[in-house]
Each structure stands twice: as C-alpha cells, then as structure tokens.
C-alpha cells in the first residue's frame, strides 16, 4: 500500500510539474473522471490502449485507445500499469478526446507476459450477413482468400475510430484492384453493428464515398455488410469487440476497435486492437497468410 501511495505522489508531482500540450480552455471542453488498466502503449503515436471503468455520465466501461500528450507518460507507462487521469472531451479541438493528468496507482507486474488475443489462432465462426448490395455473404464466400475484417458503424464521429478504418479499407481496396498479382487473393470487409440504422442502401451509399465516388463503386475487394443484432454480436463477442449506445446521446455509439486478419484456411492469424495500422503493414500481414503452409 505504502509503495502506491508513492506512486500516485510521484505522478501527480510529475504531473503538476510538466506542461500539458493538450490542456484545453475552449469553454466547448468536458471533464470526467478516469481509472483504468493500461493494455498496450504506442509511445511514438502518443497513444494507449486502456480497459477502463464505468465513466459515470459519459460511457460504459470498455477497452479503447486514448491519445495521451504529456511526454514524461512514455518513461513509466506500460501494460498492466493502473491509472486514474482525466478524460477531456472536445469537439473543437485537435484530438476530440484525450487523457490528462496522469496518475499512476500501481507500476506493471515486470514478471507479467502479455496475454495473447484470444481469436487468434482460433477458426472464424460461420456467420450469414448482408452486404452493401442486398447479397447474402458468409464465412464460405472468403474461403481460399486472405482476408481482414473490422467493424464499424456509418455514423461514427471520431476521425480516429471508424473513419479511420474505413479509410484504410477504402485506400486499400483502391491499391490493390490495378493489382494483377493480388486483387484476386486478398478481401476486405467491414462489419456495421448497428442494424437498426445502418442498412445496405446506406452502407453502399457510404463506401462509395470512400472509394471516391466512383461511377459504379467498385466493391470486388471491399465490402460492407450488417446483419441481425444477434449475428453482430455473435461475431463481435468472438474478436472482443465491445459496443453499447451512449445514453446521453443515442445517435452515437461507444466502442473499441478490432481488426482481425485472416487466412485462407479461415484462421485468425493477427488481431490490431486499436488504430496504430497502416494499410501498408495490412497487407503485408495479408501477404503473408498466404504465403505460410497450410496447416
């Protein structure tokens, strides 16, 4: 206990002592109370994954990814490290969102190994969803491929979360369809959870935008698709994605992030469970679930 105590003085001293580059004065900024356990670091994005509680007044508890400013964090944030900070929330400002005043309650265990993801290695579950066309596609449809999916819901704010996604897919998709060597190999698909809004007309509608209106949209490599609130959250239980509709606002959806790649075999081969990907290293992951031997 006494060990703690320490921990917390010497990271609010720090804290106090350091200036903060994402303090915000706009009079648009909230405030809310944080506590957390930090899952993985990104120190060269200024960004953390955290499972974090119940903020009261503003999200359920969940596991997502926070950008953090302040650069004495990186020297003694680590997974497994606890944490109370505030969460600042500002629409107007750089970053909607980020942590400040980071408090360190209690240091990660050094003998601690990091837990694998769960999904990886595992073999996807069937599932049966309709696409941005009104097609019903299934687990059979990418047999043979390599492939990734995401999940994602079309009226997602956060530049940072599903907007981001979507423009790695959409980026992606473009690359590879002049690809004679890999445009046949490898598929994209994006899961909307939330079927009550996003139907297939509007996932059409919304990937063309992001494939850059083309006259039709190309959707060969990409697709987008949604199913039943069960089917959804059948799959999302399995690659850990958490979803609940924020009860201040019920346009908007508090989430975390899931990308899962997949081999031809239909096997998880690697899980991101945040946005610090590029589509650059996608495909290279793609890439290689292809070139591995079967099992």
Not at 242 to 253: A, L, P, R, S, V
Request: proline share 7%; charged share 20%; with cysteine.
């Amino acid at each position: 206990m006494r060990s703690a105590l320490i921990l917390v003085s010497l990271a609010l001293f720090a804290t106090a002592c350091q200036p903060s580059a994402s303090n915000s004065n706009s009079s648009s900024a909230k405030r809310y109370p944080f506590t957390g356990k930090v899952v993985s670091v990104n120190k060269a994005a200024k960004k953390a994954t955290i499972s974090h509680e119940d903020i009261p007044g503003y999200m359920d508890a969940m596991t997502m990814e926070f950008p953090i400013h302040e650069d004495w964090v990186w020297n003694d944030l680590t997974p497994g490290s606890e944490i109370h900070a505030d969460l600042v929330v500002d629409s107007t400002a750089k970053d909607p969102f980020w942590l400040e005043k980071i408090g360190i309650v209690a240091a990660a265990d050094p003998n601690q190994t990091p837990t694998p993801d769960p999904a990886v290695g595992k073999q996807i579950p069937d599932f049966s969803l309709t696409n941005q066309d009104g097609k019903k596609i299934s687990t059979k449809d990418y047999l043979g491929k390599a492939w990734a999916l995401t999940f994602i819901y079309a009226r997602c704010p956060l530049p940072d979360y599903c907007i981001k996604m979507s423009t790695n897919f959409s980026d992606l998709a473009n690359q590879l369809k002049n690809d004679p060597e890999w445009k046949d190999k490898i598929r994209l698909l994006s899961i909307s959870f939330d079927p009550e809004n996003d139907t297939p007309q509007k996932l059409h509608s919304y990937g063309a935008g992001y494939l850059g209106n083309q006259n039709p949209p190309d959707f060969s490599i990409w697709q987008l698709a949604v199913g039943s609130d069960d089917e959804v959250r059948k799959m999302g239980d399995f690659f850990g994605l958490d979803y609940k509709t924020d009860e201040n606002n019920k346009t908007q959806i508090n989430h975390n992030l899931r990308t899962a790649v997949i081999g031809p075999d239909g096997n998880v081969t690697k899980m991101y469970a945040g946005n610090d990907w590029t589509p650059a290293e996608l495909l290279n992951e793609l890439k290689a679930t292809l070139a591995a031997p079967p099992k």
